[in-house]
T-cell receptor, first 116, second 115 residues
Framework: DAGVIQSPRHEVTEMGQEVTLRCKPISGHNSLFWYRQTMMRGLELLIYFNNNVPIDDSGMPEDRFSAKMPNASFSTLKIQPSEPRDSAVYFC??????????????FGPGTRLTVL | AQSVTQLGSHVSVSEGALVLLRCNYSSSVPPYLFWYVQYPNQGLQLLLKYTTGATLVKGINGFEAEFKKSETSFHLTKPSAHMSDAAEYFCAVSDRAGNTGKLIFGQGTTLQVKP
């Protein structure tokens, strides 16, 4: 198995531009999580999906952020418009799901976003 | 609300020495407990987890952790550090009652291993 796949691995953009981050979870996993990692705030859960349905988006910073999961094998996190304070590493993770809270989450390699 | 505190943002040990990384949680109900490791420029990888049963949990790469309910702790140990153990370590909790899989992470501890 290829593991969780994220693209792009690095993204440099200018303030005000739209940014789309992509994630392909491990096949057969039914939970997907988006995290953001910064030096100041550490690892924060932004949103998570179960069976393609958003369950908790309380971590999404503001309306500029949106996430979708149109099918079991693909999810996007979009920032529009982007701001310099959005610069961070964004991780996608997936888990098998049936054990719920005790399931291991498998993390992708992350997307390093820099907003100039 | 649940929270996780990792004592010490940086820990430095000599190769071959004991590794001890501290984690305390705050929760009305003992949560599921996890330790993840992050190597430079990589995603996180599960080291071990505690769900139920034996309170001493063994994980990969020789690490183990002990759940102590009375101390609300889940400290990570390894008897003998190796250079390859240098990484950032995260303690995390998941709500046992809600059973959603939502993880709350500590701030992380960077482990430095000196030759």
């Amino acid at each position: 198995d290829a593991g969780v796949i994220q693209s792009p691995r690095h993204e440099v953009t200018e303030m005000g531009q739209e940014v789309t981050l992509r994630c392909k979870p491990i096949s057969g996993h039914n939970s997907l999580f988006w995290y953001r990692q910064t030096m100041m705030r550490g690892l924060e859960l932004l949103i998570y999906f179960n069976n393609n349905v958003p369950i908790d988006d309380s971590g999404m910073p503001e309306d500029r952020f949106s996430a979708k999961m149109p099918n079991a094998s693909f999810s996007t996190l979009k920032i529009q418009p982007s701001e310099p304070r959005d610069s961070a590493v964004y991780f996608c993770a997936s888990s098998f799901g049936p054990q719920g809270g005790s399931d291991e989450q498998f993390f992708g390699p992350g997307t390093r976003l820099t907003v100039l | 609300a649940q929270s996780v505190t990792q004592l010490g943002s940086h820990v430095s040990v000599s190769e071959g020495a004991l590794v001890l990384l501290r984690c305390n949680y705050s929760s009305s109900v003992p949560p599921y407990l996890f330790w993840y490791v992050q190597y430079p420029n990589q995603g996180l990888q599960l080291l071990l987890k505690y769900t139920t049963g034996a309170t001493l949990v063994k994980g990969i790469n020789g690490f183990e952790a002990e759940f102590k309910k009375s101390e609300t702790s889940f400290h990570l140990t390894k008897p003998s550090a190796h250079m390859s153990d240098a990484a950032e370590y995260f303690c995390a909790v998941s709500d046992r009652a809600g059973n959603t899989g939502k993880l709350i992470f500590g701030q992380g501890t960077t482990l430095q291993v000196k030759p």
